[in-house]
């Protein structure tokens, strides 16, 4: 797909994760990769939609890690989800290969994992009965969406490394498409994010981090 993008780092939970080169940015906290998106997405995300049949967006689809724990945990539940992931840079399976999510997931989640990394970029698939994943190519301060969302992970660079993900436009763009009641979440909770959140709509939730983060915000359309 491209050319490489990112090398591997250990977190401190075990889990691998990389290192962006354009950015310099890694794709998750070095303080526990699975530890902090099992916190911010799938306990304060996933965890408080009260829905069955359940649409997710992920800005960032990054290593797919978001959407493996999120294929897992609708598979104990019975959930129904349409997941689209939007990346602009997809990591190729050269990439995805240097990852150790194969090996220290749950055997059925990191089975999902590897499921989902094989799922074509721009062909939305299956990945079991009653979750289907789209992953999109597309950038995301040009993009357009057309579909409801209950709930968004918003998974962006820290706004340090990539400022033009964080900014008021992008988010009243997914305010707009989120059903009354949807969330967003972010490990981030920065000033500046919380305003733009606040000015396109959203009240906050500020909760407690994952290791290494004070606090992480979730954001409801009320
Ligand atoms: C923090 S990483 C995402 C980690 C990911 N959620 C995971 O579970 O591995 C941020 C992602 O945003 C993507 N990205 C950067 N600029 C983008 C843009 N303009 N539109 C969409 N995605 C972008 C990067 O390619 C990267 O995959």
């Known amino acids: 797909m491209n050319s490489i993008l990112a090398t591997p780092y250990q977190t401190a939970d075990g889990s691998s994760t990389l290192r962006s080169l354009k950015y ?10 699975i530890t902090e998106s099992e916190h911010v997405f799938i306990k304060y995300g ?3 939609v009260q829905h069955q049949s359940i649409n997710i967006l992920e800005v960032g689809f990054g ?8 294929a897992g945990m609708a598979k104990n539940r019975e959930l129904e989800i349409t997941y689209y992931g939007i990346d602009l840079y997809p990591l190729s399976i050269d990439e995805l290969s240097l990852l150790n999510y194969g090996s220290v997931l749950p055997s059925a989640t990191a089975s999902l994992w ?5 799922i074509p970029w721009n062909h939305p698939r299956e990945v079991f009965p009653r979750f289907i994943l789209h992953k999109q190519q597309v950038d995301f301060t ?8 209950h709930l968004v992970y918003f998974d ?3 706004p340090d490394d990539q400022p033009e993900m964080w900014q008021f436009e992008g988010f009243k763009k997914l305010f707009r498409q989120l059903h009354q009641g949807g969330i967003l979440v972010t490990y981030c909770a920065k000033g500046t994010v919380k305003d733009a959140l606040r000015v ?21 359309k009320r």
């Open 114 to 118: 590897k499921s989902i990394c094989s």
């Open 156 to 158: 962006a660079f820290a």
């Open 142 to 149: 040009q993009w357009q969406p057309s579909e409801p969302y």
């Open 200 to 220: 396109a709509g959203f009240t906050l939730d500020r909760l407690q981090g994952p290791p290494g983060k004070r606090h992480m915000l979730r954001a409801w």
């Open 63 to 70: 290593t797919g890690l978001n959407a493996a724990l999120t």
């Open 24 to 33: 310099g940015a890694y794709y998750h906290s070095v303080n526990g990769a």
């Open 46 to 48: 996933l965890g408080a």
